[in-house]
């Protein structure tokens, strides 16, 4: 059966279990379990029926953001941990797991936007920069409902045919840099629409241009906008840029 390690600060709340064992076939069963065993607990991990913003659940060492949510599939034997975050972006119980980051889903996230951008170009098809523009706005928006990235989850990591690649690091920022690149997207898509090609197709290979920075040389120019505002105490702005493992 599916096991919930609980951290510390939540441990009055189970009876001060360490670990409980819940059943569920998704993640969001598994939690609507857990808090029907412990009602108390629910104020702890949820605002109505949304987890809050502060609980992070692991699959493993996967966070369930970059997975498919409280929708995750969970194998009969899953172990999840329940791993609450302070400012700064630093576990409150400190035998947590780290932050991670599969770094093979943004590349696959980064292939798509580029090859589908430049096969717009070369069709001359405004439709397709919008629709790559939506995409890039609603994975922004929402963690688990990345179209392109729902692809290597459910294809390609599952058929081997790319590796995971996962390092401690923060997704907000890159959640940031998606977010502004579709900006840029939907306004060269715009542009496109309203007849002025010249902008509309600047605006669609700057978004490529970027996208390639990332993919081929590991440059993120909106994470780093995101690591600015940070150290100038943007509001909103709140991880600072986790350190490269020894």
């Known amino acids: 059966m599916t096991s919930i390690k609980i951290p510390t600060p939540l441990r009055p709340y189970t009876a001060n279990q360490s670990e409980v064992t819940v059943t569920g076939t998704t993640v969001g069963e598994a939690l609507a379990d857990l808090v029907a065993q412990f009602p108390d607990l629910r104020p702890h991990l949820f605002n109505g029926a949304e987890l809050r913003d502060f609980v992070n659940v692991f699959l493993g060492e996967e966070d369930i953001r970059f997975l498919y949510g409280v929708d995750t599939p969970l194998d009969p034997n899953a172990r999840l941990r329940i791993v609450p975050a302070i400012a700064g972006g630093k576990n409150e119980d400190s035998s947590g797991p ?14 798509f936007i580029i090859g589908l951008l430049v096969l717009a170009f070369v069709l001359d098809a405004p439709a397709l920069a919008a629709f790559v523009a939506a995409v890039m706005l609603i994975g922004a928006a929402r963690p688990g409902a990345e179209l392109f990235k729902l692809v290597y989850w459910g294809i390609l990591r599952p058929a ?87």
């Open 98 to 111: 780290e932050r991670n980051v599969d770094h093979s889903a943004l590349r696959i996230n980064q292939v």
């Open 160 to 246: 081997g045919i790319v590796r995971p690649d996962v390092i401690p690091d923060n997704p907000e920022p890159h959640r940031f840099a998606q977010g502004l690149g579709g900006i840029f997207a939907g306004l060269g898509a715009l542009a496109l629409f309203a007849g002025a090609s010249a902008i509309g197709w600047a605006l669609t290979w700057l978004v490529v241009a970027l996208a390639s920075l990332n993919l081929f040389f590991g440059w993120c120019a909106g994470c780093n906008v995101y690591y600015l505002l940070n150290r100038l105490g943007a509001p909103g702005f709140n991880r600072q840029r986790v350190k490269a493992r020894q």
